[in-house]
């Protein structure tokens, strides 16, 4: 057969067979990519240079210049906690026990269903689909996806404001290494909430390691600024005593410390190739600090501010511009390390972040042209496009020989879709429910205009307000379930002609509304329909 007789969706597989082996191997070079998806903490969709932003940021625009930057590209919540459930698991925040996420240690695991509830059910992670397909995997950063912890009476803690009575040497349990992470260095609240405080596999890791794990490293923390080591460290909890954490607490360096663990699991990874002669691939899954409240970048990246080698305090004039810039100054630091290691041919980069552009009220980005937030309306929390439109890049030199834009609508999420594909895994009929693999759009192997996704749903921070858009048209949609508002993004990106009232668009404003109940009915108890369709395992 010619390559001209080749439909698009033949020619995808045969690219997809050659790389998973299909074809005689000549070295012990893994058949499948190595995996590092970057997920930011409210970078807006103005952000980053490649987008229009005005600070600095060349690492995040070469890796876009030679891959895929998506124009219209949307986190599945307009907040934190519901979105990291999602780009984990491919399905939707609402399928979870909690719409609205498991925001701290004090609330069950997102990945479990403690209630027994009917419409959420156990949601397995892109993580152990991975390890099913042959990967070592690893987690850095902030979670945000609900544990267990116990006081010194090894009783559950539940409640928020009794988190400051844990017990530090039994660590967290029912978290993410327990979800398809063979190795997790994770702050469970992030940098925002307490406890602030490193644990690895679930173990508390004091910032100086020659601490014990136990309460005696630990001290209740209040509101304010610290200055220390090689930065500012700032508490921002919005309760009374402010937190529990790390005596050493840094929050200046705790990116830092996430990308020393990144790339010394690099290195246990080739070691153990090497020892045990395997070929493996990895997942390292990257949530980064960056760039939530509070705004404390380090003076220097390499840890010692004597002697300025990489400095990332005052390079943007502003604190949020300088923790932009250090947000760059990671992924620079992992490419880096990738191309050392004669990974980075072999390896997808995802870049995206869990929501939308942060309130104005709170960024000093030290440059006023620069718009974090671009032609769109609303910021972090909202469902207006400002609050789920984001950067999203997609680099992998093996098989995207030369950068592109995409303008296909499509959700953060689809990465889990993608790796399902990529490494020809089942995929259950109550799992991954709400993605779509983006290989066509990688491979350009895309048969059509058709969309991947024939529409798409929205939610606002805490579940109370959702959306739903079909092509150029959005409906917003209240609690109750009433139509509020309609909007062509074609010819209104910024929405700002509400078309809600207009005679012509009744019956299309009807039929959004029903399949926006249909699959997303916000009083409903039993498993709404699939939004996407199961992907099916292709023969080798």
């Known amino acids: 057969m010619s390559m001209q007789s080749l439909n698009n969706k033949g020619l995808m597989w045969l690219v997809l067979g050659l790389l998973m082996g299909a074809c005689q191997p000549q070295t012990n070079k893994p058949a499948l990519p190595n995996v590092v998806f970057i997920l930011a903490d409210d970078i807006g969709y103005g952000d980053l240079g490649c987008y229009g932003g005005k600070i600095p940021t060349p690492r995040l625009d070469e890796l876009a210049a030679n891959g895929i930057r998506f124009t219209d590209a949307h986190s599945p919540a307009a907040l934190c906690a519901p979105s990291r459930f999602s780009m984990l698991t491919g399905s939707y925040p609402y399928r979870s026990y909690r719409a609205g996420g498991a925001w701290n240690t004090n609330s069950p695991s997102i990945f479990s269903d403690p209630y027994q509830h009917t419409r959420a059910g156990r949601k397995v992670t892109v993580a152990e689909i991975l390890q099913k397909a042959g990967y070592r995997t690893a987690f850095f950063g902030k979670s945000h996806l609900g544990g267990d912890i116990r006081d010194k009476e090894g009783q559950l803690i539940r409640e928020q404001n009794n988190i400051c009575q844990m017990d530090f040497a039994q660590g967290v349990h029912n978290s993410i290494n327990e979800f398809g992470f063979d190795y997790s260095y994770s702050l469970p609240s992030g940098i925002q909430h307490e406890p602030f405080a490193f644990f690895e596999n679930g173990h508390f890791a004091p910032f100086d390691p020659t601490k ?3 309460n005696s490293s630990t001290r209740l923390w209040s509101n304010g600024r610290y200055e220390m080591k090689n930065g500012t460290s700032e508490i921002v909890e919005h309760q009374k005593h402010a937190g529990i954490g790390d005596v050493d607490y840094n929050s200046s360096q705790t990116g830092i410390m996430m990308i020393n663990k990144a790339k010394a699991f690099i290195d246990e990874h080739i070691l153990l190739n090497k020892q045990r002669d395997e070929a493996k691939t990895f997942l390292i899954y990257f949530a980064s600090q960056a760039i939530h409240v509070p705004h404390t970048p380090p003076n220097d990246f390499d840890g010692n501010d004597t002697e300025l080698n990489e400095q990332v305090n005052g390079m943007t004039g502003g604190a949020t511009g300088d923790f932009v810039y250090e947000l760059d100054v990671q992924v620079g630091q992992l490419i880096d390390k990738l191309k050392q290691e004669g990974l980075y041919d072999n390896t ?5 972040s869990d929501n939308g552009a942060l309130w104005p009220g709170v960024c000093d980005f030290g440059n006023p042209e620069h718009d974090n937030n671009g032609p769109l309306r609303g910021y972090k929390a909202s469902v207006y496009e400002g609050g789920h ?13 030369s950068g592109f834009v995409a303008n296909e609508a499509v959700l953060t999420q689809d990465w889990v879709a993608t790796m399902y594909e990529i490494t020809n895994q089942p995929m259950e009929e109550d799992q991954a429910m709400d993605c779509t693999s983006l290989l066509p759009i990688m491979l350009k192997t895309k048969e059509s205009e058709t969309p991947l996704h024939p529409f798409i749903i929205y939610q606002a921070g805490y579940a109370y307000d ?11 949609v209240n609690r109750y379930n009433e139509a509020t508002e309609l909007y062509h993004l074609g010819n209104d990106l910024a929405q700002e002609v509400n078309l809600i009232a207009k005679a012509e668009y009744q019956a299309l404003v009807s039929r959004l509304l029903q399949k926006f109940i249909t699959y997303n009915d916000h009083d409903n108890t039993t498993m709404e329909p699939r939004t996407t369709e199961v992907y099916q395992t292709k023969q080798k």
């Open 466 to 476: 959702g959306a739903i858009r079909e092509g150029n048209w959005v409906l917003l």
């Open 348 to 352: 997808i980069v995802f870049f995206t």
């Open 389 to 401: 439109r984001v950067p999203f890049i997609i680099n992998w030199p093996e098989q995207i020989k």
């Open 212 to 214: 014990p794990a136990d």
